[in-house]
């Protein structure tokens, strides 16, 4: 029994080993076969970038979309079409898990090399290595290339483009960074300067009522008014608004202004169009209820609903409490902006209801 059980371990062992070619004799262990790790590269996406801060703060993040780990050695982004970062030997990104390359030119160990701004244009590329074929996986673009654009909300310590939802949604501008974790979408808003960012709103159009016009001489049938003009894109709802109008015997607060037109219901102002307001008028459907004059100075604020100054205009020194000081009178021609609805205030002669015309000279503050 003891021969039997030998023998079969010895046939194990001799299945087990292969001949040595330098000493046929001598047998030694078989080599285990080598095993090749495919990963999936195309589950890799740019998931969140900030160019805000200061460069130790800000950061790339990839976010793997896949079932599997994938490792990163090899994996490059280029900024502008120049290498800013390589992966590792050993860096590896967790499946549904994110991983954040924090620190521009180079400022943390594992940073990228090249500057990135929340302030300017950008082209950012994701590659698989180039040993697995270097395809191009992802690309973040805002602007043009070489352009300088706003800062779109961003503040210097704070905030983010970020996927929304992480993975596989358009990119949003998100004011809470959140390098290496899920993207947080509250108070996400859309960077319309992006390029190719999926399926993005179009802006919405919005009203811009401004003052346009202010007739303080009796130049035009004898009467004084405010204009109102809408140069937005869409219609305002006016309802709520008020002008408030400045002086030191002031009393709706005390020695600043008094609120001298309020909108009644269902006041609304169309695209390109003109409201007239006429001076001294108790019903606010035809006006507001104070003076203006032509030869002293003045200030008027247009308020929306939500109490936001959304217009101005004075004529005189800024002061607190505003004096309404005697000044040149133009007895011929109204306080306009030129061009009508967009431009500074002039001399022009009075419209109401109508575009401003050409500019007649300049108003004096003093």
């Known amino acids: 029994m003891k021969k039997i059980l030998f023998a079969a371990l010895a046939l194990v062992a001799l299945n087990s080993c292969v001949k040595d070619e330098m000493n046929p004799d001598a047998l030694v262990p078989e080599k285990e076969p080598e095993v090749t790790v ?20 800000k950061f790339f993040e990839l976010y793997n979309t896949g079932s599997q780990d994938i490792d990163l050695e090899g994996v490059t982004i280029n900024k502008d079409e120049e290498l800013s970062w390589t992966g590792k030997k050993g860096q590896v990104i967790k499946a549904k898990g994110h991983f954040a390359i924090v620190g521009a030119k180079g400022t943390t160990p594992d940073g990228f090399s090249s500057g990135f701004s929340a302030k300017k244009s950008v082209i950012v590329e994701l590659f698989a290595p180039e040993a697995k074929g270097g395809a191009k996986l992802d690309t973040f673009q805002r602007g043009e290339k070489g352009s300088a654009w706003g800062d779109q909300g961003l503040d210097n310590n704070k905030g983010s483009w970020s996927r929304i939802p992480d993975g596989s949604g358009s990119f949003m501008i998100t004011p809470t960074a959140t390098p290496g974790a899920a993207n947080n979408e509250e108070g996400a808003t859309y960077d319309y300067d992006l390029v ?20 303080g001489n009796k130049a035009y049938d004898g009467n ?41 219901e269902a006041t609304t102002l169309a695209v390109d169009a003109y409201l007239v307001l006429g001076a001294d008028q108790t019903d606010p459907a035809l006006g507001f209820n104070a003076g203006l004059s032509a030869k002293k100075g003045v200030k008027f604020e247009l308020v929306n609903a939500d109490g936001v100054v959304v217009d101005k205009f004075i004529r005189g020194a800024d002061a607190d409490p505003f004096e309404e000081a005697p000044l040149a009178e133009n007895k011929e021609a109204s306080f306009s902006r030129v061009p009508n609805g967009t431009g500074e205030w002039a001399y022009a002669a009075p419209t109401p209801g109508k575009a401003n015309g050409e500019k007649t000279g300049d108003i004096e503050h003093e």
């Open 224 to 264: 004084k008014f405010i204009e109102l003009y809408n140069a937005g894109e869409a219609e305002g709802n006016l309802a709520g608004w008020t002008i408030r109008k400045y002086a030191a015997d002031a009393t709706d607060v005390a020695g600043k202004y008094n609120v001298v037109w309020t909108a009644p």
């Open 38 to 57: 495919t990963y999936d590269y195309t589950k890799l996406v740019l998931n969140e970038l900030s160019g805000a801060g200061e460069d130790n703060e």
């Open 196 to 215: 190719g960012n999926g399926d993005v709103p179009e802006p919405a159009k919005e009203a811009k009522v401004v003052f346009n016009e202010l007739c």
